[in-house]
């Protein structure tokens, strides 16, 4: 299967769906699509035949800091559940935020054979007064580097940072929201 190309640039119009919703996906190891739910279709705006296969950053918003898909991925692959604050981007270019429950899937030997993560609705207070600000926060770092990867590292260090001067680890901060 040929990879799909996103070509949307953000609208700034943004997506909702209802609290009672759960958004639903699962992916192999390499984070490609094997799955997912009609609520993931209907806001993404794509198609069940044209996710099949795609790598799950097809939804990605150009304002989502690596950083924080670096530290997902970093907790997932070490068989860890994570929760995070994500914005991400439909087919045309509008957007979503979630608040996202990303855990590894595992087979009857405990080895790790893909990923699933179930997004809820992102309460909108805790996005405007910490996630957005950080999120700009960790963006403004990465952008300081000609290097994306420097630049990358420089913000997970400063938000590594951030939450030893506040005594927290990571999920003790997304849970403190």
């Known amino acids: 299967m040929s990879e799909t190309k996103v ?3 953000p609208t700034g119009k943004e997506r909702h769906f209802k609290p009672e919703e759960l958004i ?21 705006d794509y198609r069940e035949k044209d996710v099949l296969g795609q790598p799950h950053s097809i939804i990605r918003h150009p304002d989502m800091p690596r950083c924080i898909f670096k530290l997902l991925w970093d907790e997932i692959a070490a068989g860890h559940e994570i ?10 270019g509008d957007h ?48 300081s580097t000609a290097n994306r990867r420097d630049g990358m590292n420089a913000a ?7 939450l030893s001067d506040a005594g927290l680890a990571y999920d003790k901060f997304i849970q403190s929201l």
């Open 156 to 162: 997970v260090k400063a938000l590594s940072q951030k």
């Open 7 to 9: 070509t949307a640039n």
């Open 96 to 143: 979503y935020w979630v608040l996202a429950h990303v855990t590894p899937s595992f087979d009857q030997n405990g080895k790790i054979v893909g990923y699933h993560s179930n997004r809820r609705v992102a309460d909108p207070k805790v996005l405007r007064d910490k996630i957005i600000p950080l999120y700009a926060e960790l963006r403004q770092i990465e952008n």
């Open 24 to 44: 639903v996906s699962k992916t192999d190891l390499k984070g490609r699509i094997i799955y997912a739910n009609d609520v993931f279709l209907r806001l993404s």
């Open 83 to 92: 929760f995070a604050y994500v914005v991400n981007m439909s087919k045309n």
